[in-house]
């Protein structure tokens, strides 16, 4: 048999066997190339050129390619990004290709596309991604793209298509604080996807993904690309919040630190010709225990129990938004004001906070046309059993509140123009103020009708509040308010309000004595209505029940209520700047041509206590059963209106006053007539003891008061009655007056025990130093101190003269009474009759260079009436109608007295007078030498002081006899002193009144 070699056994082959060979060697090399040269091909692209191409560093452990089934596996793909966080990563990628599939069509069919473990990390800084350099480097070519791709029919057919275990990681480094979210466990399963253009198949998917912290998404329906159609159910279950917390926090400075989402909802989305169409209906949202919480953590900021939507309906090209019902329950608020009064939650409203979070964009926009109104609307909203609790972080307010038992509801709610939405409110206020509001609320534009109730709220819960700035504290009271409210933003922003408030049981104390200072069964302000259109108020009555007031001086004597705000220069400062803004809003308003009317004013059964601590022993009254009414005030009256008030001071003694007050336009002004009658007056012992030194034995005061107050002149008469009025012993005083108060009033009481004055007072209100109760006080003194000052001018009025009958003059020398003060005498006498309190008292007078120069010549006519053994009025009467000393009798007398004085003798004294005056001769003569001679012995006797005290002490008896024996004036009521020699001024003697 012959040898043939392997080349000539070649050259004997056939064409198809030499067709067979080809193709199990190009077989052979395909499987060569899969196994041993195309994974490291690949690997190198990738790694080189793609990475070049994306600019970023890709890396890949292997590939394994099959090519026997036409699959491919990709291991430990990543897309740098951080060296510890890669962009893009996956464990395996699989794809199994079918091309039998795609072999007589135009489509590409893939048996399983599988991705297993990937891992996705997206980071946002400001407004960029860390992936945006990769689109920015692929945006240049989108358009290109485009234009090549025309028109072509591509369809993409997977058999199954599966993601496994997939991780989606996003953080948000644009805020404040990194911001981070995690899906992990993401499954999605696709079974025959079919990508097509222009085809009507639909594709069946179910996507699943866990939650961190726990929770699963699910999404399951069937889909198409083009043209777009998405048909599924997203269920959402258990899904924990506080997982997003951190994006919360970036836009709105508080932390989820609790709650889960439960979701399910049917979501179509359709193409329709140029507009995609979004519906999602029968969805039913569910947020259970969402916990929100700022930097404090106790108490907590929010808590809601339950969140629960159901029957949502949304329509995008409708622009439509449907919630059947939005039921919120049990939501716990814990809000307060911190120590400088801001609220809790004031940082969640601020924009400043959202700006520092936030990286603004300042990208120009394109102006658009204005869009169509959107049509939201909620069928039935519903909060329940929620509760507020509020607490103040002052230091000095303990107490905070709770409004508890709130239900909320509405229906219809919309953002839908001229669209009424009923709303109710009931809540519980410090678990006993009853609160309730029903009404409709328009949102656009914005109204409200409202009818609102408070009842019983009780007010000692506000009690710190009153503290901050007064002593007062409230130990009792309700609060009771009904009203309506009509609100509009349409034109100037109309508001309409009525109003019915109710104070009932209230009482205050002072914190610096524990005494309750003000108290009433009831205030009631009815029908108060108020219209900002019309720029009206109306007050229709404001009654005040069996009020209660203390008012009381302490030691100090300061009045509690002038000091019952705390001396606080900020509270200061404060008040006086709110004055001012009242009064300059007041200004404004009437400016504005504000009317308001107050209809009556009513005090029923007040009770008015006042103590006062400053004098010893206290002193306390009462002004009991008051009643006081004032008729219709309003800012538009030009007539008086008319005021009355009636009560009993101490119980018993009956006081009143009616009068008119001038219209708003002409205050201050006034007129009012007042009576008190019987009023005790020793009960005013404290004031009188402190004030004139003396306690008031007795007496009842009557008053008849008649006041007008007109273009800022005041004028009043004041009818003041004493009756028995008589001070009582005498204490000390520090502050006594230094008048003769006890004598005044003896000089005004009358026979009766009456004093009966009328006191006229004027004065002038731009007077700085005008006071009322001054002006009063200084007439009623000034009365007195003149009485007091100037007695017998008063006494002198009472008997029809106006002369002093107090000074009684003598005769030089001479103790008689002249007829004139005869007179003056009986008119005294008269007077004191009427006023039997006085008493007359004096003391004698005598003035020595008057009364010694006739008291010696009195002397020298005792002498000689002594020589002749007769009296003196026997020797005035002898001598007639001449002089005494002219009688020759009596000039013997007076002769030998000259000769005792050893004066010169009757020759001597004749030559000396002829010698001055030759032309006297005989009986002119002698009758000039015994004048001269009676003159000159008259001058050498001596007056002493005790000599004018006897004179002075005469004069004062003759007085007190004349008094006593001729008037018949009680002697008990003359008092006569012994002179003095410091009473040696005059010969009048000066009469003094005092009262017994």
């Known amino acids: 048999m012959p040898v043939t070699t392997f080349s000539a056994r070649l050259k004997q082959l056939r064409w198809h066997q030499w067709t067979l060979l080809g193709l199990v060697l190009v077989y052979l090399i ?18 080189a050129d793609v990475s070049e191409f994306v600019g970023r560093q890709l890396t890949v452990e292997r590939f394994e390619y099959n090519p026997f089934d036409l699959s491919l596996r990709v291991y430990d793909f990543a897309v740098a990004d951080k060296p510890d966080a890669p962009l893009l990563a996956w464990q395996q990628f699989y794809v199994n290709f079918t091309p039998w599939g795609s072999l007589f069509s135009w489509d590409i069919k893939f048996e399983a596309i599988q991705l297993d473990q990937p891992l996705v990390n997206i980071e946002k800084h400001g407004d960029r991604f860390n992936f945006s350099d990769i689109i920015d480097k692929f945006s240049g070519d989108e358009a290109a793209v485009e234009e090549q791709q025309g028109d072509t029919r591509i369809a993409l057919e997977v058999v199954n298509t599966a993601i496994n275990q997939g991780v989606f990681r996003f953080t948000d480094l644009s805020g404040s604080k990194p911001a981070r979210s995690e899906m992990d466990d993401i499954t999605i399963e696709v079974l025959d996807l079919y990508l097509a253009t222009g085809d009507e ?24 690309l083009d043209p777009l159609y998405v048909d599924t159910n997203v269920e959402a279950m258990g899904i924990e919040l506080k997982e997003f917390s951190d994006f919360v926090n970036n836009v709105v400075p508080m932390t989820v630190t609790g709650g889960r989402l439960g979701l399910n909802a049917h979501v179509l989305v359709q193409q329709q010709q140029e507009d995609v169409a979004v519906n999602i209906d029968n969805t039913d949202v569910t947020v259970t225990e969402l916990a929100l919480d700022d930097a404090i953590p106790e108490p907590p900021m929010a808590r809601i129990n339950t969140i629960t939507i159901s029957g949502l309906q949304f329509d995008l090209l409708q622009q439509s938004l449907e919630i059947g019902k939005l039921n919120v329950d049990q939501v716990l608020l814990n809000q307060w004001l911190d120590a400088d009064g801001a609220p809790r939650f004031q940082h969640l409203l601020v924009q400043e906070v959202v700006e520092q979070n936030i990286e603004a964009q300042h990208s120009p926009v394109a102006a658009e046309q204005e869009a169509a109104p959107w049509k939201v609307v909620v069928r039935r909203l519903e909060v329940g059993n929620s509760q507020l609790n509020f607490s103040d972080q002052n230091e000095k307010i303990t107490r905070g509140h709770t409004v508890s038992g709130i239900q909320v509801a509405l229906d219809d709610f919309t953002l839908t123009e001229q669209q009424p939405v009923p709303l109710s409110i009931q809540a519980t206020l410090d678990e006993q103020g009853m609160l309730k509001v029903d009404g409709v609320v328009t949102l656009v534009p914005f109204s409200m009708q409202l009818e609102y109730g408070l009842q019983n709220l009780p007010l000692p819960s506000f009690s710190e509040y009153i503290e901050l700035a007064t002593y007062l504290r409230i130990e009792k009271g309700s609060l009771n308010l009904n009203g309506k409210v009509d609100l509009s933003t349409e034109g100037e922003v109309p508001v309409s309000s009525q109003l019915a408030l109710e104070v009932n049981d209230f009482q205050a104390e002072d914190l610096r004595t524990g005494k309750p200072v003000i108290q009433f069964t009831q205030i009631k302000a009815a029908d108060a209505v108020l219209e900002t259109q019309s720029k009206q108020f109306k007050l229709a009555a404001l009654t005040i029940t069996e009020p209660n007031l203390l008012v009381e001086i302490g030691k100090d004597k300061q009045l509690n209520w002038a000091t019952i705000a705390r001396p606080d220069p900020g509270v200061t400062e404060a008040v006086a700047s709110a004055e001012q803004e009242v009064a300059a809003d007041a200004q404004q308003a009437a400016a504005s041509g504000w009317n308001y009317v107050i209809g009556k004013v009513e005090i029923n059964n007040g009770l008015t206590r006042f103590v006062d601590n400053s004098v010893s022993p206290v002193f306390q009254t009462g002004l009991h059963s008051m009643a006081f009414e004032l008729d219709e005030v309003a800012s538009n009256n030009s007539t008086p209106v008319p005021f009355s008030l009636t009560s009993k001071i101490d119980r018993y003694a009956p006081f009143n006053v009616k009068g008119t007050l001038d219209p708003i336009a002409k205050q201050p002004g006034f007129e009012f007539k007042s009576q008190l009658r019987g009023l005790e007056l020793p009960p005013l012992s404290p004031y009188s003891a402190a004030f004139i030194a003396h306690n008031l034995e007795s007496g009842k005061l009557n008053l008849q008061l008649d006041y007008r107050l007109h ?24 502050d006594a007056i230094d008048a003769p108060v006890s004598l005044g009033l003896a000089l005004l009481r009358d026979v009766n025990g009456v004093i009966d004055l009328d006191v006229g007072v004027s004065g002038d209100l731009d007077d700085p130093g005008f006071s009322i109760s001054g002006v009063i006080l ?30 009684i003059e003598f005769a030089a020398g001479f103790a008689d009474l002249t007829d004139d003060s005869q007179q003056r005498l009986q008119k005294l006498t008269e007077a004191l009759q009427q006023r039997p309190q006085l008493i007359v008292r004096f003391h004698g007078g005598a003035f020595a260079p008057e009364d010694v120069p006739v008291l010696k010549k009195l002397r020298i006519q005792d002498r000689v009436a002594d020589d002749r053994k007769m009296s003196l009025l026997e020797l005035r009467e002898e001598a007639g109608d001449v002089d005494w000393w002219s009688v020759r009798a009596n000039r013997k007398a007076i002769l030998r007295i000259n000769d005792e004085l050893k004066l010169p003798d009757t020759g001597e004294r004749e030559d000396a007078l002829q010698a001055q ?5 005989g009986n002119e003569l002698e009758a000039a030498v015994y004048q001269a001679m009676y003159e000159d012995v008259a001058d050498k006797q001596e007056i002493t002081s005790t000599d004018l005290l006897a004179l002075a002490d005469a004069r004062a008896l003759v007085i007190k006899q004349y008094l006593v024996d001729v008037t018949q004036l009680n002697h008990g009521r003359v008092s006569v002193a012994k002179t003095k020699k410091a009473h040696l001024k005059g010969r009048v003697v000066k009469l003094g009144i005092d009262a017994r």
Do not use: C, W
């Open 30 to 47: 395909y499987i060569a190339l899969s196994y041993l040269y195309l994974p490291g091909k690949l690997k190198q692209v990738v790694e």
């Open 201 to 224: 198949h639909l594709n069946p998917f179910n996507i699943t993904a866990a939650i961190p912290g726990g929770g699963q998404i699910k999404l399951a329906g069937e889909y198409r």
């Open 711 to 734: 273009d800022r002149k005041l004028k009043g008469e004041n009818g003041i009655i004493a009756d028995q009025l008589y001070l009582g012993e005498k204490v000390p005083s520090e």
């Open 778 to 807: 200084k007439a009623f003194l000034n009365v007195m101190v003149k009485a007091a000052s100037s007695p017998f001018q008063l006494l002198g009025s009472l008997v029809g003269g106006s002369e002093d009958i107090g000074e």
């Open 917 to 921: 005056n030759p032309e006297l001769k």
